[in-house]
């Protein structure tokens, strides 16, 4: 299980490598995505709070990558954080995700993109709940529903 210090050494070290690598050019995802999933996943900007559905959302199932399906997290990991953004504890896979500093806006943030494709997800806080303590804070227009694996 992940915690703030694995996240911490990950973004300031280097990421575990990805099972697959899955590059596109820009014009190429513009074709794929609409404009709105275009700009959170491939420019970084955060989706309105309390946008989507997704967020009360607890059937079981698991959430993949909107942009490369690479499956993310699974439904048993997400939690209630009343943010207005989907929230997780645990990704699927300690490589499904990868995690870089950003210090826009004068604060030290950690950023997580899909390890596979680098789709922008969200951000991670060290204020979750246990065992991971751990709050993956995303995008739910950067995420894909499926009942099954
Ligand atoms: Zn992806």
């Known amino acids: ?3 703030w210090n694995d996240v911490m050494r990950f973004a300031r070290d280097g990421n575990p490598s990805p099972d697959r690598k899955v590059v596109k050019t820009a014009a190429e995802w513009r074709m794929q995505l609409s404009p709105e999933e275009y700009r959170v996943t491939r420019e970084a900007h955060t989706e309105r709070a309390f946008s989507s ?3 009360s959302l607890f059937e079981p199932g698991v959430y993949s990558c909107l942009c490369c399906e690479t ?9 209630d954080s009343g943010t207005g953004w989907p929230s997780f504890t645990q990704p699927v896979k300690t490589n499904s995700i990868a995690y870089r500093l950003d210090k826009s806006w004068g604060v030290t943030r950690v950023e997580t993109v899909c390890n596979t494709c680098d789709a922008h997800l969200g951000h991670v806080f060290p204020d979750g709940p246990p065992p991971s303590g751990l709050r993956y804070c995303m995008n739910a227009v950067a995420l894909k ?3 099954h694996a």
Request: aromatic content about 12%; glycine content about 0%.
């Open 145 to 147: 529903k499926a009942t």
């Open 71 to 79: 499956v993310l997290f699974d439904a048993a990991e997400k939690f």
């Open 1 to 3: 299980m992940l915690n």
């Open 53 to 55: 559905e997704m967020c």
